[in-house]
């Protein structure tokens, strides 16, 4: 494994220790839940669709029913995809703030990134989420890769609310280029 590989491991192992130690127990009773979709975007697949809303008709017949607007208002379809915004997930219980997908193949992935994931060895933190506080997090990052790195922090420039923290050796140049896979403001 490269050294590279090993940081990546290292991160996304401390970010899934974040995710339990201090997002999920927030959510309970957090005041803007994600997953009621007021202001993030939900990114589906046709079998998610098809089995969250329990529909019995065929893909042509509801995108053609979509585009007649007869459809979910909730539900827009693009590339292939479909984006679900201003109602809650079908699939959240709003009284117990919780998923009933939760663990299942069913949900999606996006939904395990949200609010922050590993990306080609750096860290990505929506801070659309109130339970992200950044210190605590370049703290617990911080605390995982030891002091041989440092983590140097930037805002995306069209989505203010999405930081990255970026993983570097102490004393190495900064990289130049563009990243490869640009945070997108979905959950
Ligand atoms: S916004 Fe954050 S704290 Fe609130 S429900 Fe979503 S993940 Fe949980
Ligand atoms: S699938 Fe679960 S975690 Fe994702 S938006 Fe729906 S309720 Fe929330």
Same mark, same amino acid.
């Given at each position: 494994m490269?050294?590279?590989?090993?940081?990546?491991?290292?991160?996304?192992?401390? &970010? *899934?220790?974040?995710?339990?130690?201090?997002? +999920?127990?927030?959510?309970?009773?957090?005041?803007?839940?994600?997953c009621r979709l007021d202001?993030?975007?939900?990114?589906?697949?046709?079998?998610?669709?098809?089995?969250?809303?329990?529909l019995d008709e065929s893909?042509?017949?509801?995108?053609?029913? &979509? *585009?007649?607007?007869?459809?979910?208002?909730? +539900?827009r379809e693009g590339d292939g995809l479909y984006y679900i915004h201003s109602k809650p997930c079908p699939a959240y219980d709003d009284a117990g703030h919780a998923c009933r997908i939760y663990g299942q193949e069913i949900k999606p992935a996006g939904c395990s990134d949200f609010p922050v994931y590993e990306d080609q060895g750096s860290v990505i933190a929506d801070l659309r989420c109130e339970?992200?506080?950044?210190?605590?997090?370049?703290?617990?990052?911080?605390?995982?890769?030891?002091p041989e790195f440092r983590i140097v922090r930037s805002a995306d420039k069209d989505f203010s609310f999405l930081v990255t923290l970026s993983v570097r050796k102490v004393g190495s140049t900064p990289p130049t280029g563009k990243r490869s896979r640009r945070p997108k403001p979905t959950l």
């Open positions: 490269s050294a590279r590989q090993r940081l990546a491991q290292q991160l996304a192992a401390a &970010l *899934a220790a974040y995710q339990e130690s201090t997002v +999920i127990p927030h959510c309970a009773v957090c005041a803007k839940p994600c202001t993030l975007v939900l990114e589906l697949e046709w079998k998610q669709v098809k089995i969250l809303w329990k893909r042509p017949a509801f995108d053609r029913r &979509l *585009a007649s607007g007869k459809g979910p208002e909730e +539900i339970a992200v506080d950044i210190d605590g997090l370049v703290a617990a990052v911080a605390k995982v890769v030891g």
